[in-house]
């Protein structure tokens, strides 16, 4: 399993972060995911090598897979799961708990935030990878609430470039 880590080894530069919906635009996650495995293979000649996902449903563990599946190809590519609470997937279906738990296991490094779930304890995981993003990768169809739309807004305030997979799939 992966390393805990001390989050002030996160080397800023060469690290971006996930953010997107539980759910994919038209073209579906196929498209989505083709998107996301492009850009991981641009942003690796340009430096960026640390993948931090917030490991929520969805978006953030289809991007997880797509690191994973890029490090056959880049030795030095590594997954961060930033976990916002200890048993942040106790409540999911059985399959997305084991899709969730072998997305941990293979993780390079893990950083846990919360032994227990608080209000804005996914808000604040999504801070913490701000914190430590030099870009940000986001799956973000245009409703203005939730966690992803908080964390793109956030990430345009502190001058933090985000692509959003979502405007090239459906435009």
Known sequence: MGNNINPTAINRRCSAAFTG???FPHGGTANVKAALTELIKNWHGEGITN???????????????????AKADFNDITL??????????GMWNWNDRQRYHAILQQADFRILLSEKYYKDCLLVRNDFMLKHASRV????????????FYTRNRAGA???????????LSG
């Open 21 to 23: 919906h539980r759910s």
């Open 51 to 69: 993948y931090m996902c917030g490991m929520a449903l969805g978006f953030d563990l289809m991007a997880a897979e797509c690191v994973l599946q």
């Open 80 to 89: 961060t799961a930033v976990i916002p609470f200890r048993d942040q997937c």
């Open 137 to 148: 990768v986001a799956c973000y169809d245009g409703r203005r609430r939730g966690g992803t």
């Open 158 to 168: 502190m001058n933090i470039p985000v692509i959003n997979l979502y405007d090239r």
